[in-house]
Protein backbone atom coordinates (compact mmCIF):
# COMPACT_ATOMS: atom_id res chain seq x y z
CA UNK A 1 0.00 0.00 0.00
CA UNK A 2 1.45 3.24 -0.75
CA UNK A 3 1.53 5.95 1.90
CA UNK A 4 -0.96 7.92 -0.13
CA UNK A 5 -3.55 4.56 -0.07
CA UNK A 6 -2.86 4.94 3.74
CA UNK A 7 -3.33 8.57 3.73
CA UNK A 8 -6.82 8.14 2.00
CA UNK A 9 -8.08 5.24 4.77
CA UNK A 10 -6.55 6.57 7.71
CA UNK A 11 -9.23 7.01 10.28
CA UNK A 12 -11.01 10.39 10.96
CA UNK A 13 -9.72 12.26 14.09
CA UNK A 14 -11.90 11.28 16.57
CA UNK A 15 -13.65 15.04 17.68
CA UNK A 16 -14.53 15.09 21.91
CA UNK A 17 -17.13 17.72 22.85
CA UNK A 18 -16.89 19.82 25.66
CA UNK A 19 -20.41 21.24 26.99
CA UNK A 20 -19.91 24.17 29.03
CA UNK A 21 -22.39 25.52 31.14
CA UNK A 22 -22.18 28.95 32.76
CA UNK A 23 -23.46 32.59 33.40
CA UNK A 24 -21.08 35.29 32.32
CA UNK A 25 -21.72 37.30 35.91
CA UNK A 26 -19.82 33.89 37.36
CA UNK A 27 -16.06 34.66 38.31
CA UNK A 28 -15.47 30.91 38.53
CA UNK A 29 -16.85 30.73 34.94
CA UNK A 30 -14.52 33.74 33.54
CA UNK A 31 -11.37 31.78 35.14
CA UNK A 32 -12.17 27.96 34.04
CA UNK A 33 -12.94 29.31 30.86
CA UNK A 34 -9.18 30.83 30.42
CA UNK A 35 -8.19 26.96 32.02
CA UNK A 36 -10.33 24.76 29.78
CA UNK A 37 -8.56 26.84 26.68
CA UNK A 38 -5.23 26.35 28.10
CA UNK A 39 -6.03 22.47 28.96
CA UNK A 40 -7.04 22.14 25.60
CA UNK A 41 -4.01 23.65 24.36
CA UNK A 42 -1.75 21.13 25.98
CA UNK A 43 -3.28 18.53 24.40
CA UNK A 44 -2.16 19.77 20.99
CA UNK A 45 0.13 16.65 20.31
CA UNK A 46 -3.03 14.10 20.42
CA UNK A 47 -4.66 13.17 18.09
CA UNK A 48 -7.88 14.32 18.95
CA UNK A 49 -10.05 18.02 18.39
CA UNK A 50 -12.05 19.43 20.58
CA UNK A 51 -15.39 20.98 19.82
CA UNK A 52 -16.29 23.39 23.12
CA UNK A 53 -19.59 24.75 23.14
CA UNK A 54 -20.79 27.17 25.42
CA UNK A 55 -24.57 26.94 26.87
CA UNK A 56 -26.28 29.42 29.45
CA UNK A 57 -27.14 29.63 32.50
CA UNK A 58 -28.17 32.41 35.09
CA UNK A 59 -27.21 32.10 38.76
CA UNK A 60 -29.17 35.71 39.93
CA UNK A 61 -33.12 35.82 39.00
CA UNK A 62 -32.91 38.13 36.04
CA UNK A 63 -36.26 39.81 36.34
CA UNK A 64 -35.33 40.88 40.06
CA UNK A 65 -31.84 41.52 39.69
CA UNK A 66 -31.97 45.37 41.24
CA UNK A 67 -30.52 47.98 38.19
CA UNK A 68 -27.38 49.40 39.26
CA UNK A 69 -27.13 53.38 40.01
CA UNK A 70 -26.90 55.38 37.04
CA UNK A 71 -24.84 58.72 36.60
CA UNK A 72 -25.00 60.47 33.44
CA UNK A 73 -27.28 57.72 32.26
CA UNK A 74 -25.06 55.29 32.15
CA UNK A 75 -24.20 52.24 35.18
CA UNK A 76 -21.68 52.45 37.35
CA UNK A 77 -19.88 49.57 38.86
CA UNK A 78 -21.90 47.94 41.99
CA UNK A 79 -20.65 44.02 41.82
CA UNK A 80 -18.73 44.89 45.62
CA UNK A 81 -21.96 46.27 46.73
CA UNK A 82 -23.93 43.17 45.78
CA UNK A 83 -21.41 40.83 47.46
CA UNK A 84 -21.25 42.77 50.43
CA UNK A 85 -24.74 42.87 50.92
CA UNK A 86 -25.20 39.29 49.93
CA UNK A 87 -22.33 37.62 51.89
CA UNK A 88 -21.54 40.62 54.68
CA UNK A 89 -17.96 42.34 54.16
CA UNK A 90 -16.03 39.61 55.71
CA UNK A 91 -17.22 36.69 53.90
CA UNK A 92 -16.86 38.96 50.76
CA UNK A 93 -13.73 39.82 51.01
CA UNK A 94 -12.52 36.37 51.73
CA UNK A 95 -14.27 34.98 48.41
CA UNK A 96 -13.16 37.89 46.72
CA UNK A 97 -9.60 36.93 47.41
CA UNK A 98 -9.73 33.72 46.18
CA UNK A 99 -10.74 34.85 42.56
CA UNK A 100 -8.13 37.19 42.58
CA UNK A 101 -5.71 34.24 43.21
CA UNK A 102 -7.08 32.14 40.99
CA UNK A 103 -7.51 35.07 37.99
CA UNK A 104 -3.93 35.86 39.03
CA UNK A 105 -2.85 32.10 38.13
CA UNK A 106 -4.64 32.13 35.00
CA UNK A 107 -3.10 35.21 33.28
CA UNK A 108 -6.59 37.32 33.62
CA UNK A 109 -7.03 40.70 34.12
CA UNK A 110 -9.30 41.38 37.01
CA UNK A 111 -11.06 44.80 38.23
CA UNK A 112 -11.36 45.16 41.58
CA UNK A 113 -15.35 46.01 41.17
CA UNK A 114 -17.69 45.73 38.11
CA UNK A 115 -21.09 46.10 37.16
CA UNK A 116 -24.12 43.55 37.68
CA UNK A 117 -26.17 43.51 34.83
CA UNK A 118 -28.72 40.36 33.21
CA UNK A 119 -26.75 38.04 31.14
CA UNK A 120 -29.61 37.38 28.67
CA UNK A 121 -28.87 39.19 25.67
CA UNK A 122 -25.53 38.20 26.34
CA UNK A 123 -26.64 34.20 26.25
CA UNK A 124 -28.99 34.96 22.98
CA UNK A 125 -25.75 36.34 21.15
CA UNK A 126 -23.42 33.71 22.18
CA UNK A 127 -26.24 31.00 21.12
CA UNK A 128 -26.55 32.42 17.96
CA UNK A 129 -22.80 32.83 17.48
CA UNK A 130 -22.19 28.99 18.18
CA UNK A 131 -24.96 28.53 15.55
CA UNK A 132 -23.05 30.79 12.43
CA UNK A 133 -19.74 30.40 13.49
CA UNK A 134 -19.00 27.54 15.85
CA UNK A 135 -16.63 27.43 19.04
CA UNK A 136 -13.98 30.00 17.40
CA UNK A 137 -16.86 32.82 17.07
CA UNK A 138 -18.88 32.20 20.48
CA UNK A 139 -15.34 31.02 21.98
CA UNK A 140 -13.99 34.98 20.88
CA UNK A 141 -17.04 36.71 21.37
CA UNK A 142 -17.25 35.00 25.44
CA UNK A 143 -13.81 36.70 25.35
CA UNK A 144 -15.19 39.76 24.58
CA UNK A 145 -17.92 39.55 27.03
CA UNK A 146 -15.86 38.00 30.34
CA UNK A 147 -13.34 40.98 30.00
CA UNK A 148 -16.28 43.18 29.71
CA UNK A 149 -17.77 41.83 33.23
CA UNK A 150 -14.38 41.25 34.90
CA UNK A 151 -11.93 43.41 33.79
CA UNK A 152 -13.54 46.22 31.80
CA UNK A 153 -16.33 47.53 33.80
CA UNK A 154 -19.28 47.50 30.61
CA UNK A 155 -22.38 46.73 30.83
CA UNK A 156 -23.08 43.39 28.91
CA UNK A 157 -27.23 44.22 29.05
CA UNK A 158 -26.07 47.11 26.81
CA UNK A 159 -27.37 46.83 23.44
CA UNK A 160 -24.96 49.24 21.93
CA UNK A 161 -22.00 47.21 23.29
CA UNK A 162 -23.04 43.78 22.71
CA UNK A 163 -23.86 45.01 19.25
CA UNK A 164 -20.53 46.17 19.26
CA UNK A 165 -19.05 42.84 20.09
CA UNK A 166 -20.96 41.22 17.10
CA UNK A 167 -19.55 42.99 14.92
CA UNK A 168 -16.01 42.81 16.01
CA UNK A 169 -16.06 38.59 15.74
CA UNK A 170 -17.69 39.10 12.50
CA UNK A 171 -21.16 37.49 13.55
CA UNK A 172 -23.29 40.57 11.88
CA UNK A 173 -22.78 44.09 11.12
CA UNK A 174 -24.04 46.70 14.48
CA UNK A 175 -27.04 47.23 13.09
CA UNK A 176 -27.94 43.73 12.39
CA UNK A 177 -27.10 43.14 15.66
CA UNK A 178 -29.11 45.39 17.19
CA UNK A 179 -32.14 44.20 15.47
CA UNK A 180 -31.29 40.76 16.41
CA UNK A 181 -30.68 41.84 20.15
CA UNK A 182 -34.37 44.41 20.24
CA UNK A 183 -36.14 41.02 18.70
CA UNK A 184 -36.84 37.56 20.20
CA UNK A 185 -34.38 35.44 18.38
CA UNK A 186 -32.49 32.52 20.36
CA UNK A 187 -34.81 33.67 23.18
CA UNK A 188 -36.11 30.58 23.37
CA UNK A 189 -33.32 28.60 22.97
CA UNK A 190 -31.91 29.90 25.75
CA UNK A 191 -34.68 29.20 28.01
CA UNK A 192 -34.54 25.88 27.34
CA UNK A 193 -31.07 25.50 27.39
CA UNK A 194 -31.30 26.61 30.94
CA UNK A 195 -34.60 24.68 31.73
CA UNK A 196 -32.86 21.42 30.41
CA UNK A 197 -29.62 22.28 32.92
CA UNK A 198 -31.64 22.92 35.71
CA UNK A 199 -33.81 19.82 34.82
CA UNK A 200 -30.21 17.22 34.57
CA UNK A 201 -29.47 18.90 38.50
CA UNK A 202 -27.39 21.35 37.65
CA UNK A 203 -27.39 24.22 40.14
CA UNK A 204 -23.96 26.08 40.04
CA UNK A 205 -22.01 27.13 37.69
CA UNK A 206 -19.06 26.45 35.39
CA UNK A 207 -20.69 22.81 34.70
CA UNK A 208 -18.94 21.02 32.24
CA UNK A 209 -20.24 17.87 30.13
CA UNK A 210 -17.67 15.99 28.16
CA UNK A 211 -18.26 13.55 25.32
CA UNK A 212 -21.80 13.46 27.12
CA UNK A 213 -20.41 10.94 29.62
CA UNK A 214 -18.94 12.92 32.35
CA UNK A 215 -19.69 15.74 34.38
CA UNK A 216 -17.42 17.90 36.27
CA UNK A 217 -18.46 20.87 38.28
CA UNK A 218 -16.73 23.83 39.65
CA UNK A 219 -13.43 25.67 38.81
CA UNK A 220 -10.63 23.43 38.20
CA UNK A 221 -6.74 24.67 37.59
CA UNK A 222 -5.87 24.28 33.81
CA UNK A 223 -3.21 21.26 35.13
CA UNK A 224 -6.35 19.44 36.13
CA UNK A 225 -8.09 19.81 33.45
CA UNK A 226 -5.34 18.83 31.45
CA UNK A 227 -5.10 15.82 33.25
CA UNK A 228 -8.91 14.58 32.56
CA UNK A 229 -8.31 15.30 29.17
CA UNK A 230 -5.73 13.96 28.25
CA UNK A 231 -6.95 10.46 30.05
CA UNK A 232 -9.88 10.82 27.99
CA UNK A 233 -8.29 11.28 24.77
CA UNK A 234 -5.72 8.35 25.11
CA UNK A 235 -7.58 6.14 26.44
CA UNK A 236 -8.53 2.89 24.15
CA UNK A 237 -11.79 2.17 25.73
CA UNK A 238 -14.25 4.75 27.89
CA UNK A 239 -12.64 5.10 31.26
CA UNK A 240 -13.94 4.79 34.17
CA UNK A 241 -14.37 7.64 36.16
CA UNK A 242 -12.89 7.25 39.28
CA UNK A 243 -9.73 6.53 37.35
CA UNK A 244 -9.71 9.57 35.31
CA UNK A 245 -8.02 12.38 37.86
CA UNK A 246 -7.93 12.78 41.88
CA UNK A 247 -7.85 16.58 41.50
CA UNK A 248 -11.80 17.07 40.97
CA UNK A 249 -14.86 15.35 41.59
CA UNK A 250 -15.88 13.98 37.87
CA UNK A 251 -19.07 11.46 37.69
CA UNK A 252 -20.81 9.35 34.43
CA UNK A 253 -23.60 10.79 33.43
CA UNK A 254 -24.41 8.34 31.21
CA UNK A 255 -27.27 5.77 32.01
CA UNK A 256 -26.93 2.58 33.66
Given amino acids: ?16 KII ?3 DYLCSFCYIGN ?27 CQSSLPEGPKVNGKKVPNRWDYLVRKFGK ?36 SVKAYKVGGQEMQGKLND ?9 YEDISDVDFLADAAEKVDL ?39 DGKWALNGVQSTECYLQ ?18 DCASIVSVEPQ
Avoid: Y
Wanted: glycine residues 4%.
Fill in 144 to 152: IIFEAVFAD
Fill in 172 to 210: MNKTEATTFLQDTDCKNCVNQMIEAARASGVNGVPSIII
Fill in 34 to 60: KALQDAIAGCDDLDVQFDVEFRPFTLL
Fill in 90 to 125: ETAEAKWKVVEELAQKAGLRLAEDGIMARSTLAHRL
Fill in 20 to 22: FIS
Fill in 1 to 16: MSDSDSTLSSDPQRTI
Fill in 228 to 245: ILRKIAQAPSTPNAASMT
